[in-house]
Each structure stands twice: as structure tokens, then as C-alpha cells.
């Protein structure tokens, strides 16, 4: 089956642009994801998404960082006023209710702000 | 603040031979670990994991011990083969609140060589 799918690939900005990441979970699954890989780092958690509930924010950095997701699906992940040390690899994963220990990640979206 | 530590940056281990991958915490809210693998290009896709009340677990070539009382855990991966060589990540979940998230370290890049 499908696994969770993320667009683009790679997102190369201008510092200051704002810019959208887009996240496809795997059918069914109600929780997702949103996590950050700086070089060199582990995997940084931004958000947090479980059915209808009001999300997990407290992960994301700053204000300019925003995410929703639609329909309890699709997620899109938004960056405002870019800056350079926003360059990172974006990961989505997505979980579900009977195991949301287990998550399950797309290829990430590698942004890079110049 | 890193809960997650992994201390080791890099190991490498002859093909046939014991792959041993270190992991320490500090939270001892935390009460189930995993251990995921990621290749270069792709997301990190889930290996093993294993939760707080038991101190061994075991899926082929892979065992996962916990030790509670160090905040030590360790995968072990007997007999190491070429196409082991990825990053590992050690991650953590409390359980709590934010049911779902983790916690992860850093990594460690393994190569198995023949």
C-alpha cells in the first residue's frame, strides 16, 4: 500500500519567502507528524496532529511556523519570512490509533534557504 | 536540551560480526523506546522497539535490552550484514500528554563492512 508521501522533494527559497510543505499520510492513519532534521541533528518534533483534537504545537520554533491539516488528512506545513536557519529536512509521519508509537515517515522535504 | 543521547557518532563492524548501538535518556517519564533506521534520501522507517516493563525484545537479528535503572538501552544486531549500514536513530515516548510524540537522538552511522 502507499506509505506517506511528501512535496517537494527539495524547496530551495530566497531568505524572506514563505514557503509550503505537503504532506500525504497513509489512509486511515489519525495521528501526524511533523518533525525537523538539522544537519547533524536528531529529528526535532515541530507538530502534532490526533483526530479532531486541537493539535500539539509546542514544538514549533517560532510563530513564523504554522501547519494545518485538512479533512483529517493531507497536512500542510507553512513557513513565513524564511531564514536561514530554517534550512533543514522537513519530515511527515503519520501514525495510527492502535499503535501511534509506531510511526511510519515519508522521504521528507529537503528546503534549503539562500 | 537533549533527553536522547547517543553518544556514539559512528561505528563500524565487520560483516558476520555483533553491531552493538548505544542510547541513554534522562526523562524517566519515559516509557517505551524504539529504535528506527534510515538510509540517505529517505524517511527513517521503524525497526524495533520495546516498552518500559520488560528489559529484552527480540525480532530476528535485531534485540532491543533496557536497562531502567542506568536509563541505558542498546540494539544489537547479530550477524551484522553490508546492507545494515544506515543511520539508527534511539527514540523515547512518555506516555503522557502528547501521546505519540518522540523523542530522538542523533544517530549513529553504522558501516558493516565485508
Known amino acids: 500500500g502507499a506509505g506517506v508521501s511528501q512535496s517537494p522533494s527539495n524547496k530551495v527559497t530566497e531568505k524572506g519567502k514563505d514557503v509550503e510543505l505537503r504532506c500525504d499520510p497513509i489512509?486511515?492513519?489519525?495521528?501526524l507528524y511533523w518533525y525537523r532534521q538539522s544537519l547533524g541533528q536528531g529529528l526535532e518534533f515541530l507538530i502534532y496532529?490526533?483526530?479532531?483534537?486541537?493539535?500539539?504545537k509546542s514544538g514549533l520554533p517560532s510563530d513564523r511556523f504554522s501547519a494545518e491539516r485538512t479533512g483529517g488528512s493531507v497536512s500542510t506545513l507553512t513557513i513565513q519570512r524564511t531564514q536561514q536557519e530554517d534550512s533543514a529536512v522537513y519530515l511527515c509521519?503519520?501514525?495510527?490509533?492502535?499503535?501511534?508509537?509506531?510511526?511510519?515517515f515519508g522521504p521528507g522535504t529537503r528546503l534549503t534557504v539562500t | 536540551d537533549q533527553q536522547v543521547k547517543q553518544n556514539s557518532p559512528s561505528l563500524s563492524v565487520q560483516e558476520g560480526r555483533i553491531s552493538i548501538l548505544n542510547c541513554d535518556y534522562t526523562n524517566s517519564m519515559f516509557d517505551y523506546f524504539l529504535w528506527y533506521k534510515k538510509y540517505p534520501a529517505e524517511g527513517p522507517t521503524f525497526l524495533i522497539s520495546?516498552?518500559?516493563?520488560?528489559d529484552k525484545n527480540e525480532d530476528g537479528r535485531f534485540t532491543v535490552f533496557l536497562n531502567k535503572s542506568a536509563k541505558h538501552l542498546s540494539l544489537h544486531i547479530v550477524p551484522s550484514q553490508p546492507g545494515d549500514s544506515a543511520v539508527y536513530f534511539c527514540?523515547?515516548?512518555?506516555?503522557?500528554?502528547?501521546?505519540?510524540?518522540?523523542?530522538f537522538g542523533r544517530g549513529t552511522q553504522l558501516t558493516v563492512w565485508p
Open positions: 496532529f490526533q483526530g479532531n483534537s486541537a493539535p500539539d
Open positions: 489512509s486511515g492513519h489519525t495521528a
Open positions: 527514540a523515547a515516548n512518555d506516555g503522557g500528554s502528547t501521546l505519540g510524540r518522540l523523542y
Open positions: 509521519a503519520s501514525s495510527s490509533q492502535q499503535a501511534s508509537y509506531e510511526q511510519y
Open positions: 520495546i516498552s518500559s516493563i520488560k
